[in-house]
């Protein structure tokens, strides 16, 4: 009984000390969901005559990585006239931004891809942009 006592003990202690060393990137500002959501009328490009309203989900997931942050991009659209629901944009002419990887370079406050890529971040808005006019802002947990 006390040696059964003892191996519990220790691997409570072992999965403790283990998972608390780690750093999850909860003390990063960086990181984080970032959300931007607009509509706009849908026109019939035929008769030009309003069709309905669709609305356009577009989120930026942003995680610290070894070698930097990892920065991937979602969208999700919402048509009013129709009853197809919630639909992914992965395969649309406005599809979403690849994954991709890239360095903080603080003096920009930026994060940039060796493609080329340039995310740039407010801090203190907690907000992030490819335009100035497109902000997302961050989710709260």
């Known amino acids: 009984m006390k040696t059964n006592m003892t191996l519990i003990v ?21 990181s984080g969901t970032y959300v931007r959501e ?6 019939n490009p035929e008769t030009g005559n309003e069709v309905g309203m669709r ?4 989120t930026i997931f942003i995680r610290s990585i070894e ?16 009853k197809e629901g919630w639909q992914s944009m992965a395969h649309s002419d406005e599809r979403p ?18 493609e080329g890529k340039i995310l740039h971040f407010e801090l203190d808005n907690e907000s992030v942009y490819w335009r100035e006019e497109s902000k997302y802002k961050k989710v709260k947990k």
């Open 10 to 30: 220790a691997v409570g202690f072992a999965i403790f000390s283990c998972s608390s060393g780690r750093d999850s990137g909860s003390n990063d500002e960086i």
């Open 38 to 43: 607009y509509s706009f009328k849908v026109l």
């Open 55 to 58: 609305t356009i989900r577009d």
């Open 67 to 82: 070698s930097g942050y990892e920065v991937s991009n979602r969208k999700w659209r919402l048509n009013g006239y129709d």
């Open 97 to 114: 931004i690849p994954l991709f990887t890239a360095a903080l370079d603080l003096d920009d406050k930026s994060l940039v891809s060796n």
